[in-house]
């Protein structure tokens, strides 16, 4: 039986929601504010999100949002979990049957998840569901050269997450979307515009640390420009690192990136179904 989220004792949630993720290749445990956080920070609802129960017990957990992007309405799922001794009572699949049916409801047009490359298990289940592949995405660290030379002809001007949202690529990951972002610029080099980008700060471990989620440049003859845009940030910003989450591989400002020097962490994927117009 499916509960929504908002009628069941949040801390019943966070319980099953870490007992999931207790084994997981990454394991994750969080608290109330944490979970809650991951919620309000990413809009997702507690109303189409839901627990499963099975004789009176929480076997799983699953996080849905929708949001319209470019004139294309999705269901991201999230964030999913079973419970390590519901593994084999057909959860998970019962969890994503639960999300495609309210995403057909709600008249969406795509449903996503990302999940980590090395989880062929979960991989394997989303196929047989008819999700597909969209790209990798990389998560770890950009290694920035020690230098004090910062181009002087390179400056940034705040965008607006509307502004921004109408030039991002259709399938940037839902997290890594402009409205999710701290900051959003326009890049200018020499007086002209040459792209935009995105990122969050967050200060880990007493460092300031930038997450840069979208990068773009125009056009390929500006494309070495890159080194450069990260250290002026790097400069502007105060930061001490620069870190890279579910960062599309396929685009050219990757690999700029991989030019300079990347140290990845995981790879995920990014699976997407193509929901019926009926």
Same mark, same amino acid.
Request: proline share 2%.
């Given at each position: 039986?499916?509960?929504?989220?908002? /009628? !069941?004792?949040?801390?019943?949630? @966070?319980?099953t929601?870490?007992? #999931?993720?207790?084994?997981?290749?990454?394991p %994750?445990? *969080?608290?109330k504010?944490?979970?809650?956080?991951?919620?309000?920070?990413?809009?997702?609802?507690?109303?189409?999100s839901?627990?499963?129960?099975?004789?009176?017990?929480?076997?799983?957990?699953?996080?849905?949002?929708?949001?319209?992007?470019?004139?294309?309405?999705?269901?991201?799922?999230?964030?999913?979990?079973?419970?390590?001794?519901?593994?084999?009572?057909k959860?998970?699949?019962?969890?994503?049957?639960?999300?495609?049916?309210?995403?057909?409801?709600?008249?969406?047009?795509?449903?996503?998840?990302?999940?980590l490359a090395?989880?062929?298990?979960?991989?394997?289940?989303? /196929? !047989?569901?008819?999700?597909?592949? @969209?790209?990798?995405?990389?998560? #770890?660290?950009?290694?920035?050269?020690?230098? %004090?030379? *910062?181009?002087?002809?390179?400056?940034?001007?705040?965008?607006?997450?509307?502004?921004?949202?109408?030039?991002?690529?259709?399938?940037?990951?839902?997290q890594?979307?402009?409205?999710?972002?701290?900051?959003?610029?326009?890049?200018?080099?020499?007086?002209?515009?040459i792209?935009?980008i995105?990122?969050?700060?967050?200060?880990?471990?007493?460092?300031?640390?930038?997450?840069?989620?979208?990068?773009?440049?125009?056009?390929?003859?500006?494309?070495?420009?890159?080194?450069?845009?990260?250290?002026?940030?790097?400069?502007?910003?105060?930061?001490?690192?620069?870190?890279?989450a579910?960062?599309?591989?396929?685009?050219?400002?990757?690999?700029?990136?991989?030019?300079?020097?990347?140290?990845?962490?995981?790879?995920?994927?990014?699976?997407?179904?193509?929901?019926?117009?009926?």
């Open positions: 039986m499916f509960i929504p989220i908002d /009628e !069941v004792d949040f801390q019943k949630v @966070v319980d929601w870490n007992q #999931g993720f207790s084994d997981y290749l990454l %994750i445990n *969080v608290d504010a944490g979970l809650e956080h991951r919620i309000q920070s990413l809009k997702l609802s507690k109303k189409l839901a627990v499963f129960s099975i004789d009176g017990e929480l076997a799983g957990v699953i996080l849905l949002g929708i949001q319209t992007f470019q004139k294309t309405k999705v269901m991201w799922i999230g964030g999913m979990a079973v419970v390590p001794k519901y593994r084999r009572s959860v998970a699949s019962k969890l994503i049957d639960y999300a495609e049916r309210l995403a057909n409801e709600n008249q969406c047009e795509q449903l996503v998840l990302e999940v090395a989880n062929e298990r979960a991989k394997q289940l989303y /196929e !047989v569901k008819g999700f597909q592949l @969209v790209n990798e995405l990389a998560v #770890g660290s950009v290694v920035l050269p020690i230098t %004090i030379k *910062v181009k002087n002809d390179l400056a940034f001007k705040s965008a607006s997450k509307k502004e921004q949202s109408l030039t991002e690529n259709q399938w940037t990951p839902w890594n979307r402009c409205i999710f972002s701290d900051r959003n610029y326009e890049i200018y080099h020499e007086e002209s515009k792209g935009s995105s990122f969050n700060l967050v200060e880990e471990s007493s460092e300031r640390t930038l997450i840069l989620r979208q990068l773009h440049v125009s056009q390929r003859e500006d494309r070495w420009l890159v080194i450069d845009i990260l250290l002026k940030l790097k400069e502007q910003e105060n930061i001490d690192t620069i870190k890279i579910n960062f599309d591989m396929a685009i050219p400002e990757y690999l700029e990136l991989e030019k300079i020097g990347v140290i990845l962490q995981l790879t995920q994927f990014q699976l997407a179904k193509k929901l019926s117009e009926e």
